[in-house]
Antibody, heavy 121, light 108 residues
Protein backbone atom coordinates (compact mmCIF):
# COMPACT_ATOMS: atom_id res chain seq x y z
CA UNK A 1 0.00 0.00 0.00
CA UNK A 2 1.13 3.55 -0.63
CA UNK A 3 2.89 5.11 2.33
CA UNK A 4 4.35 8.58 2.72
CA UNK A 5 6.13 9.35 5.97
CA UNK A 6 7.40 12.84 6.69
CA UNK A 7 10.14 13.71 9.14
CA UNK A 8 12.42 16.56 10.09
CA UNK A 9 9.98 19.02 11.61
CA UNK A 10 10.62 20.82 14.85
CA UNK A 11 11.05 24.13 16.62
CA UNK A 12 13.35 26.63 14.93
CA UNK A 13 14.09 30.30 15.52
CA UNK A 14 13.18 32.95 12.94
CA UNK A 15 15.85 33.11 10.27
CA UNK A 16 16.82 29.51 10.88
CA UNK A 17 16.80 26.49 8.59
CA UNK A 18 15.21 23.07 8.57
CA UNK A 19 15.25 20.13 6.15
CA UNK A 20 12.13 18.03 5.79
CA UNK A 21 12.14 14.54 4.34
CA UNK A 22 9.44 12.24 3.04
CA UNK A 23 10.01 8.50 2.72
CA UNK A 24 7.86 6.88 0.07
CA UNK A 25 6.94 3.22 -0.30
CA UNK A 26 4.35 0.99 -1.91
CA UNK A 27 4.60 2.52 -5.38
CA UNK A 28 7.15 3.34 -8.06
CA UNK A 29 8.34 6.64 -6.68
CA UNK A 30 10.16 7.71 -9.83
CA UNK A 31 6.92 7.56 -11.84
CA UNK A 32 5.24 10.35 -9.90
CA UNK A 33 5.46 14.07 -9.42
CA UNK A 34 5.58 14.96 -5.72
CA UNK A 35 4.49 18.03 -3.80
CA UNK A 36 4.78 19.65 -0.40
CA UNK A 37 1.61 21.18 0.99
CA UNK A 38 1.30 22.95 4.32
CA UNK A 39 -1.45 23.86 6.73
CA UNK A 40 -1.01 26.58 9.32
CA UNK A 41 -2.82 25.98 12.62
CA UNK A 42 -6.55 26.41 12.11
CA UNK A 43 -6.08 27.43 8.48
CA UNK A 44 -6.61 25.93 5.05
CA UNK A 45 -4.27 24.00 2.80
CA UNK A 46 -1.51 25.85 0.97
CA UNK A 47 0.51 24.26 -1.81
CA UNK A 48 4.24 24.93 -1.29
CA UNK A 49 6.24 23.26 -4.06
CA UNK A 50 6.29 20.46 -6.60
CA UNK A 51 8.96 18.48 -8.39
CA UNK A 52 8.60 16.41 -11.55
CA UNK A 53 9.47 12.74 -11.84
CA UNK A 54 13.21 13.11 -12.39
CA UNK A 55 13.49 16.58 -10.98
CA UNK A 56 14.21 18.90 -13.86
CA UNK A 57 10.91 20.70 -13.48
CA UNK A 58 9.83 22.27 -10.23
CA UNK A 59 8.07 25.32 -8.90
CA UNK A 60 7.26 27.13 -5.70
CA UNK A 61 4.51 29.19 -4.19
CA UNK A 62 5.34 32.88 -4.19
CA UNK A 63 5.39 32.84 -0.38
CA UNK A 64 8.41 30.51 -0.27
CA UNK A 65 10.22 31.18 -3.55
CA UNK A 66 13.89 31.96 -2.98
CA UNK A 67 13.84 30.50 0.55
CA UNK A 68 12.77 26.87 0.06
CA UNK A 69 14.33 24.23 -2.19
CA UNK A 70 12.65 20.99 -3.19
CA UNK A 71 14.61 17.93 -4.23
CA UNK A 72 14.17 14.19 -4.63
CA UNK A 73 16.32 11.07 -4.61
CA UNK A 74 14.65 8.42 -6.74
CA UNK A 75 17.23 5.82 -5.77
CA UNK A 76 16.23 6.24 -2.13
CA UNK A 77 12.51 6.91 -2.73
CA UNK A 78 12.75 10.15 -0.84
CA UNK A 79 11.55 13.72 -1.19
CA UNK A 80 13.09 16.68 0.60
CA UNK A 81 12.35 20.30 1.36
CA UNK A 82 15.20 22.56 2.45
CA UNK A 83 13.72 25.54 4.24
CA UNK A 84 15.91 28.59 4.86
CA UNK A 85 15.25 32.05 6.28
CA UNK A 86 12.24 30.70 8.14
CA UNK A 87 9.60 33.12 9.36
CA UNK A 88 6.81 32.87 11.91
CA UNK A 89 4.24 32.53 9.13
CA UNK A 90 5.98 29.37 7.92
CA UNK A 91 4.67 27.65 11.05
CA UNK A 92 2.51 24.81 9.79
CA UNK A 93 2.00 21.10 9.41
CA UNK A 94 3.87 20.12 6.26
CA UNK A 95 2.45 17.31 4.16
CA UNK A 96 4.15 15.33 1.45
CA UNK A 97 1.71 14.29 -1.28
CA UNK A 98 1.81 12.13 -4.38
CA UNK A 99 0.72 14.10 -7.41
CA UNK A 100 -1.23 12.68 -10.33
CA UNK A 101 -0.71 14.48 -13.61
CA UNK A 102 -3.32 14.34 -16.35
CA UNK A 103 -4.45 16.45 -19.25
CA UNK A 104 -4.97 19.83 -17.69
CA UNK A 105 -5.06 18.34 -14.22
CA UNK A 106 -2.73 17.96 -11.28
CA UNK A 107 -4.13 16.53 -8.05
CA UNK A 108 -3.02 14.68 -4.94
CA UNK A 109 -4.16 11.11 -4.46
CA UNK A 110 -2.11 10.13 -1.41
CA UNK A 111 -0.89 12.24 1.51
CA UNK A 112 1.41 11.61 4.41
CA UNK A 113 0.43 12.41 8.00
CA UNK A 114 2.56 15.54 8.09
CA UNK A 115 5.45 16.92 10.11
CA UNK A 116 5.05 20.02 12.26
CA UNK A 117 7.30 23.03 11.79
CA UNK A 118 7.17 25.74 14.42
CA UNK A 119 9.08 28.98 13.90
CA UNK A 120 9.34 30.92 17.12
CA UNK A 121 11.91 32.70 19.23
CA UNK B 1 -2.33 34.09 -9.51
CA UNK B 2 -5.67 32.35 -9.80
CA UNK B 3 -7.98 32.73 -6.80
CA UNK B 4 -10.66 30.28 -5.69
CA UNK B 5 -13.31 31.11 -3.12
CA UNK B 6 -15.22 28.78 -0.79
CA UNK B 7 -17.83 29.57 1.84
CA UNK B 8 -16.34 29.14 5.33
CA UNK B 9 -19.16 26.92 6.51
CA UNK B 10 -22.14 24.88 5.39
CA UNK B 11 -24.66 23.19 7.66
CA UNK B 12 -27.01 20.36 6.76
CA UNK B 13 -29.34 17.97 8.55
CA UNK B 14 -28.67 14.24 8.41
CA UNK B 15 -30.19 12.59 5.37
CA UNK B 16 -30.31 15.83 3.41
CA UNK B 17 -28.09 17.05 0.58
CA UNK B 18 -25.08 19.28 1.14
CA UNK B 19 -23.65 21.45 -1.61
CA UNK B 20 -20.24 23.07 -1.19
CA UNK B 21 -19.15 25.57 -3.81
CA UNK B 22 -15.80 26.66 -5.18
CA UNK B 23 -15.83 29.89 -7.15
CA UNK B 24 -13.34 31.27 -9.62
CA UNK B 25 -13.11 33.14 -12.90
CA UNK B 26 -14.23 30.70 -15.62
CA UNK B 27 -13.47 27.80 -13.28
CA UNK B 28 -15.56 25.62 -15.58
CA UNK B 29 -12.60 25.57 -17.96
CA UNK B 30 -10.39 23.97 -15.33
CA UNK B 31 -10.33 20.55 -13.68
CA UNK B 32 -11.38 20.82 -10.04
CA UNK B 33 -10.57 18.33 -7.32
CA UNK B 34 -12.01 17.97 -3.81
CA UNK B 35 -10.50 16.81 -0.52
CA UNK B 36 -12.11 15.83 2.76
CA UNK B 37 -10.18 16.45 5.96
CA UNK B 38 -11.36 15.29 9.35
CA UNK B 39 -9.83 16.71 12.56
CA UNK B 40 -6.31 15.46 13.17
CA UNK B 41 -6.18 13.59 9.89
CA UNK B 42 -4.54 14.12 6.51
CA UNK B 43 -6.74 15.18 3.59
CA UNK B 44 -8.39 12.50 1.49
CA UNK B 45 -9.21 12.90 -2.20
CA UNK B 46 -12.97 12.47 -2.70
CA UNK B 47 -13.51 13.87 -6.21
CA UNK B 48 -11.04 14.42 -9.05
CA UNK B 49 -11.41 15.92 -12.50
CA UNK B 50 -14.65 17.67 -11.54
CA UNK B 51 -16.77 14.56 -11.07
CA UNK B 52 -14.73 11.35 -10.84
CA UNK B 53 -14.66 9.37 -7.61
CA UNK B 54 -11.58 7.47 -6.40
CA UNK B 55 -12.19 3.87 -5.45
CA UNK B 56 -13.60 3.57 -1.96
CA UNK B 57 -15.42 6.89 -2.01
CA UNK B 58 -19.20 6.45 -1.64
CA UNK B 59 -21.47 7.26 -4.56
CA UNK B 60 -23.11 9.84 -2.30
CA UNK B 61 -20.21 12.13 -3.21
CA UNK B 62 -20.47 13.80 -6.60
CA UNK B 63 -19.11 16.86 -8.32
CA UNK B 64 -19.93 19.29 -11.09
CA UNK B 65 -18.23 22.29 -12.65
CA UNK B 66 -19.59 24.95 -14.96
CA UNK B 67 -19.19 28.66 -15.54
CA UNK B 68 -17.70 30.31 -12.48
CA UNK B 69 -18.67 27.65 -9.92
CA UNK B 70 -17.63 24.10 -9.12
CA UNK B 71 -19.81 22.18 -6.68
CA UNK B 72 -19.26 19.21 -4.41
CA UNK B 73 -22.55 17.51 -3.61
CA UNK B 74 -22.98 15.08 -0.76
CA UNK B 75 -26.29 13.23 -0.82
CA UNK B 76 -27.94 11.57 2.17
CA UNK B 77 -25.49 13.24 4.52
CA UNK B 78 -24.28 11.23 7.50
CA UNK B 79 -22.72 12.35 10.76
CA UNK B 80 -19.42 10.89 9.56
CA UNK B 81 -19.33 13.35 6.66
CA UNK B 82 -18.68 16.21 9.06
CA UNK B 83 -15.29 17.56 7.98
CA UNK B 84 -13.48 20.34 6.18
CA UNK B 85 -13.73 20.19 2.39
CA UNK B 86 -11.25 21.94 0.11
CA UNK B 87 -11.27 22.40 -3.64
CA UNK B 88 -8.06 22.46 -5.64
CA UNK B 89 -7.07 23.12 -9.22
CA UNK B 90 -4.05 23.70 -11.41
CA UNK B 91 -3.26 27.25 -12.47
CA UNK B 92 -1.58 26.46 -15.77
CA UNK B 93 -0.41 30.04 -16.31
CA UNK B 94 1.76 30.07 -13.20
CA UNK B 95 2.12 26.27 -12.97
CA UNK B 96 0.84 26.50 -9.42
CA UNK B 97 -1.50 24.19 -7.59
CA UNK B 98 -4.21 26.27 -5.92
CA UNK B 99 -6.44 25.41 -2.97
CA UNK B 100 -9.62 27.07 -1.89
CA UNK B 101 -9.77 28.24 1.71
CA UNK B 102 -11.86 25.25 2.78
CA UNK B 103 -15.45 24.81 3.94
CA UNK B 104 -16.40 23.32 7.28
CA UNK B 105 -19.38 21.01 6.86
CA UNK B 106 -21.48 20.71 10.00
CA UNK B 107 -24.07 17.96 10.29
CA UNK B 108 -26.82 19.27 12.52
Amino acid sequence: QVQLVESGGGLVKPGGSLRLSCAASGFTFSDYYMSWIRQAPGKGLEWVSYISTSGPTLNYADSVKGRFTISRDNAKNSLHLQMNSLRADDTALYYCAREVVGVGAHYFDFWGQGTLVTVSS
Amino acid sequence: SYVVTQPPSVSVAPGKTARITCGGNNIGSKNVHWYQQKPGQAPVLVIYNDSDRPSGIPERFSGSNSGNTATLTISRVEAGDEADYSCQLWDSTADHRVFGGGTKLTVL
